[in-house]
Each structure stands twice: as C-alpha cells, then as structure tokens.
Nanobody
Framework: QVQLVESGGGLVQAGGSLRLSCAASGRTFGSLAMGWFRQAPGKERELVSGITRNSGTTYYADSVKGRFTISRDNNKNTVYLQMNSLKPEDTAVYYC???????????????????WGQGTQVTVSS
C-alpha cells in the first residue's frame, strides 16, 4: 500500500506562489509515477501535472504551462508542485496521486491512479 499526504495549500493573492508537497509512505516511491490532479466546484477533475518515476518525462496541462513546475526527490519520497503566477481559476482542491510506472508514461485518466491523497485546498483571490 502507498499512502500519500499533501501539504502546502492555502490562500494566496493572484500573482502569488505556493508549493505543494506530497509525501509517500513505503519503499516503492522510486517505482511510482506521480501526478497532481485538481477539482474545482462544478468542474471535472483534471490532471494538472505528472512526472515519471525517474523524472524523465513530465506533463503539464496547457492552463498551467510556464507557471507550474513538478519535481520529485526519490530520497525523500516526496513530489512537489511549485505554482507561480497563480490565477483565481487555479482555485481548486489539489490531489496527489500515484501509480506504478511500468512503461514510463503519464496518463491523464484518474482511474488509472490507484493511490490518492486526501487533497489540499488552494484558493487564489483576485
């Protein structure tokens, strides 16, 4: 089993920055592809960013390209999402997700991720 615990959410003004962290339990972190999904009220859940187990491939949704950066530290079992130039439309609950990375691919389908954190609220005020 993999347990994921997010931290770093909060309230920030537009144009500000936040860094989300997700700590994973267990000894298999280096085998996991990691993702950050978000869901805003009334909207579908979407993959914001993803990273393969060796950081060889990253993915960003078009809406966050150039503003968000995903990274991971396999020695600390932690994945990060640095969010800069935040906009009110970034307001959502952000979820850390994980799946075993067999083929070095990132999938945007939430049901392909068996492990989810509890979510952390990000609110961007205008």
């Amino acid at each position: 089993q993999v347990q994921l615990v997010e931290s770093g959410g909060g309230l920030v003004q537009a144009g500000g920055s936040l860094r989300l962290s997700c700590a994973a339990s267990g000894r298999t972190f280096g085998s996991l592809a990691m993702g950050w999904f978000r869901q805003a009220p009334g909207k579908e859940r979407e993959l914001v960013s993803g990273i393969t187990r060796n950081s060889g491939t990253t993915y960003y949704a078009d809406s966050v390209k150039g503003r968000f950066t995903i990274s991971r530290d396999n020695n600390k079992n932690t994945v990060y999402l640095q969010m800069n130039s935040l906009k009110p439309e970034d307001t959502a609950v952000y979820y850390c997700t994980a799946r075993y990375d067999v083929f070095g691919r990132i999938t945007a389908t939430g049901s392909n991720y068996p492990y989810w954190g509890q979510g952390t609220q990000v609110t961007v005020s205008s």
